[in-house]
């Protein structure tokens, strides 16, 4: 059970996930991670206990990406997400990130990504709500912990949906429950209490590490999620739970045969 404390900040995530309030919750959102922008890889380390990146390599070898491979990193954050495709889709691939916070695409342009036979990154700022590329472009779709942020996550859904090339394929990864009820108890309690306090003092930023447990409490279990991917046109939609449930991966492809309809 997630705890129904009346914390301010669950009072501003509640408001701010009401439909009405699309607008409050993205500029809400923009400037949290504007915000922890800096300190926001040393937190992702602190708080998955180093997990975050065998996270996403995990993801994208599920995915299959193969050399020569067009993907997209959807809120990108720090890229973290496209370094790890971009290692898979090779010299000869192409991949592109964005996000809609200028703070945290600042630190994914100060990453080198020198190692050798990689795509090329390309950056850029953009709402995931409103993709900014044609339809039917993309072999692979990811997102790491953005879904949740969207204001509305079945446009987000859709959009994906619209860029991927039918038979493309998509992988979200994003906070999960567990699955134990005991290990639930431990989860929320590291969640909601001790993380806001190492905000707190690495990131000093409370708000912003409270605004993270508290995300989870609107945001849809796996089987939900599923089933919403499903509506946005995906098949083949199943999940993976990671560290018990805490963090899951969905992934789903876009249909071959749909191709005259959706592309
Ligand atoms: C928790 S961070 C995840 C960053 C990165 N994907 C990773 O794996 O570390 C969530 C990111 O989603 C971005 N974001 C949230 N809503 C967005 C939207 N509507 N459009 C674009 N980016 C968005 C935030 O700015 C933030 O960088």
Redesign the pocket.
């Known amino acids: 059970m997630l705890p129904q404390t009346e914390h301010p900040v669950r009072k501003i995530v509640k408001k701010i996930n009401q439909p009405s309030q699309k607008k409050e919750k ?1 500029e809400y ?2 400037d ?3 915000a922890i ?1 800096k300190p ?2 040393l937190m ?1 380390g602190l708080m998955s206990f180093g997990m ?1 990146k065998y996270w ?1 390599w995990y993801a994208v070898r599920q995915l299959g990406i193969f050399p020569g491979a067009q993907v997209l ?9 496209a370094k790890s495709s971009a290692r898979l889709a090779g010299a000869k691939g192409r991949v592109v990130g ?4 200028a ?3 600042k630190y994914a342009r100060q990453k080198k990504n020198n190692k050798p036979n990689t795509s090329p990154i390309f950056l850029q700022q ?4 409103y993709i900014p590329y044609k339809p039917a472009v993309f072999d692979f779709v ?5 879904i ?4 509305d996550i079945d446009q ?1 859904l859709r959009e994906v949906h619209r860029v991927l090339k039918p038979g493309g394929k998509f992988a979200c ?1 994003d906070l999960g429950r567990p699955v134990n009820p005991i290990y639930a108890r431990l989860f929320y309690f590291f969640f909601f209490y001790v993380v806001p306090q190492i905000g707190k003092l690495v990131a000093n930023h409370y708000e912003a590490y409270s605004y ?1 447990p508290h995300s989870l409490a609107t945001f849809p279990k796996q089987a939900e999620l599923q089933s919403r991917l499903q509506q946005a046109g995906f098949e083949k939609v199943h999940y993976i739970n990671l560290a018990g449930g805490a963090t899951a991966l969905h992934l789903g492809e876009k249909p071959e045969s749909l191709c005259k309809n959706t592309a």
């Open positions: 993205e959102v923009r949290v991670f504007d922008a926001y890889d992702n975050h996403r990193d959807c809120c990108t954050g720090t890229a973290f997400f964005f996000d809609f916070s703070g945290m695409l953009a709402n995931a709500l990811t997102v790491g912990w953005g949740r942020n969207l204001s987000g990864l993270l």
